[in-house]
């Protein structure tokens, strides 16, 4: 006999006495009552008639409560193995009267496909975890790493594998900025966007263009766009998720055009220098001359060849902070000096268009550690700009002072046109110009990019405030030289765009 029909025949004799004592309660009262009490028969049919009501009221619910033992305990048991009731209390098999044998034998199935289910859980969140067999990231086109909490890379699909040029288990465990060696075309870089991530979100997604990939072994550079999601305290660990797209040909051509406009332009250096040279020997042959337009035109060529020669500078700098070969030599130096020194060499381009420029230096300023000539580089394209956008304004202040962060902040304000907020955000892009003005006002749209890079470079910011129809003021600040580093002030440093941002001999990200 099996289980089932054992708990049956159990049921059945349990349901079959309590149905016999009933009925042996019914004729024992009618019989009782009938010669005991000498009541109408009527009355003690209507009395029995009660009791029988009253009795099988009862014995159904004893009937129900047998006949279910079983099941209640089945439903027990597997609320208690549900992954939510974990805390319920299981049933006790043992002490069942009724159904004992059926119930422990389909506790023990229950049992089994509970410890296999969990088993199958258990392997698909593994595989969920371990995402070296997911078929997806596996065969995604697209270079995929995923980082855990340390930064450190825990998973690289075959497509990064190849674009790194490395085995992907060459990839897995170690530091993402030692498998990616990234340079940033500005100091928005992946690093800093990290950091601020996982201090202020929980989720956050960024997104950068024209990144430099440095590879070894001699496989090719590239250069392609980054994207990124960030998931805080993932429970997979998969905390930072980068996908590379691929612009390397597109790139390049751009690049390859400004390395071939710079060649160019290096070429323009030698006759360019001649000719100022000799405009300086008719200005000195000129000085008493009492031809008042004479003199005025020799001012003029000599303002125009100083405005070529800032346009060749800054296009072979350009080339250099692209290709990260710029050098800095980083020399103790008074402010108020070199700020007037460098204004000197503008103050004639600005008298030919007849504006003053008014300079005024807080006293007592710190010295300042600088590459004198990158910072001239600045400080020109910074007033150049100003004389360019000054329409009829006559008047441009440049002031420097001490900031209660104890930098040495220059800023350069002109009265003229004012910039648009819609052109805000691209004032430092290379290349970019205002659409609105830049047929009536030359320029190549370097100038800010360069002068960014170097105040950069030298651990400084450079930020423009502007109202259109009331002019612009630019500001650029300086580290004194006391706040710089013994390494800093030791000499030639070379500066490179990475995912940390500028970085000063940068030699250990080197391949």
Not at 81 to 89: G, I, T
Not at 172 to 198: E, R
Request: proline share 3%; charged share 20%; aromatic share 8%.
């Amino acid at each position: 006999m099996d289980h089932f029909q054992q708990t049956f025949k159990q049921i059945q004799s349990k349901t079959f006495l309590l149905v016999l004592l009933e009925n042996i309660v019914i004729i024992g009262g009618w019989y009782l009552l009938d010669s005991l009490t000498g009541l109408a028969p009527w009355f003690i049919a209507i009395i029995v008639a009660l009791a029988a009501i009253g009795l099988a009221v009862a014995v159904s619910k004893l009937a129900a409560i047998i006949s279910t033992v079983p099941l209640k305990a089945l439903w027990q048991l597997i609320v208690h193995l549900s992954p939510d009731q974990q805390s319920s209390v299981p049933p006790n098999i043992k002490g069942l009267r009724v159904g004992r044998e059926l119930v422990t034998n389909l506790a023990g199935q229950i049992y089994q496909i509970s410890s296999v289910a969990e088993g199958i859980a258990s392997a698909a969140r593994k595989d969920s975890i371990d995402m070296h067999h997911n078929f997806v990231a596996n065969n995604l086109p697209l270079p995929l790493l995923v980082l855990d909490a340390t930064e450190t890379v825990q998973f690289a699909n075959e497509a990064a594998a190849r674009y790194i040029g490395s085995p992907s288990q060459d990839l897995i465990g170690k530091n993402v900025y030692m498998v990616l060696d990234m340079s940033f075309p500005s100091n928005d870089t992946f690093d800093s966007w990290l950091k601020g991530a996982k201090q202020n979100n929980a989720t956050a997604t960024g997104a950068w263009e024209r990144v430099r990939l440095n590879v070894r072994d001699n496989h090719p550079t590239r250069l392609f766009d980054l994207a990124s999601y960030y998931n805080k305290d993932n429970a997979l660990g998969a905390e930072t998720m980068l996908v590379l797209f691929d612009h390397t040909k597109q790139y390049s051509q751009d690049e390859q055009a400004v390395s071939f406009i710079a060649l160019s332009v290096h070429e323009l250096r030698t006759p360019l220098t001649l000719l100022r040279g000799y405009i300086e020997v008719f200005e000195e042959e000129l000085a008493d001359t009492k031809d008042p337009e004479l003199a005025s035109f020799m001012q003029k060529m000599n303002a125009t060849a100083q405005q070529l020669m800032a346009f060749v500078n800054n296009i072979l700098n350009v080339a250099r902070v692209d290709a990260d070969q710029l050098q800095l030599q980083l020399h103790e130096e008074n402010w108020a000096d070199v700020l007037n020194e460098a204004i000197s060499n503008v103050a004639l381009r600005a008298k030919v268009r007849g504006i003053n420029l008014e300079c005024t230096v807080a006293p007592d300023l710190p010295t300042v550690g600088i590459d004198r000539l990158s910072i001239y580089e600045v400080i020109n394209n910074l007033v150049d700009n100003a004389i360019k956008y000054s329409g009829s304004s006559e008047v441009i202040k440049i002031e420097a002072h001490l900031t209660k962060d104890n930098m040495i902040e220059t800023t350069i304000q002109d009265y003229g046109v004012g910039i648009s907020s819609s052109v805000m955000p691209n004032l430092f892009t290379k290349f970019y110009r205002d659409h609105r003005n830049r047929a009536q006002i030359g320029g190549t749209g370097l100038g800010l990019y360069l002068s960014k890079a170097i105040v950069t470079a030298h651990g400084g910011n450079l930020s423009v405030s502007s109202k259109e129809g009331q002019g612009s003021t630019f500001g650029f600040t300086l580290q004194p030289y006391g706040a710089l580093s013994a390494e800093d002030k030791a000499g030639n440093k070379e500066i490179v765009r990475t995912a940390h941002g500028w970085i000063k001999n940068h030699s250990m990200y080197r391949r």
